[in-house]
Nanobody, 113 residues
Framework: QLQASGGGLVQAGGSLRLSCAAS????????MGWHRQAPGKQRELVAV???????NYGDSVKGRFSISRDNAKDTVYLQMASLEPDDTAVYYC?????????WGQGTQVTVSS
């Protein structure tokens, strides 16, 4: 129901853009966002955005990543710049509808030094 794309391999200092589209079976999405999980680590917040455009970022990505959203398409984007090897992780998109959270399948981002 959430389809993420845009991951890949990039050199340190490079950029990537992730996209995540919600299917037509998820209605009234209030919050969309991204989390990530590196090997051996807990899943952590990357960024979230409300339907009104209010954003919140994890401390480790502030100033480097930017989240945006197209409400008409139920799609959320994550523009990542100045990537670092510590950004290497599986990135998961999520959407909140009412009290239910939906998760995408994850997309791998690998940053080489």
């Amino acid at each position: 129901q959430l389809q993420a794309s845009g991951g890949g391999l990039v050199q340190a200092g490079g950029s990537l853009r992730l996209s995540c589209a919600a299917s037509g079976t998820i209605f009234s999405i209030s919050l969309m966002g991204w989390h990530r999980q590196a090997p051996g680590k807990q899943r952590e917040l990357v960024a979230v955005i409300t339907s009104g455009g209010t954003t919140n970022y994890g401390d480790s990505v502030k100033g480097r990543f930017s989240i945006s959203r197209d409400n008409a398409k139920d799609t959320v984007y994550l523009q990542m710049a100045s990537l670092e090897p510590d950004d290497t992780a599986v990135y998961y998109c999520n959407a909140l509808s009412g009290l239910k959270t939906y998760w995408g399948q994850g997309t791998q981002v690998t940053v080489s030094s």
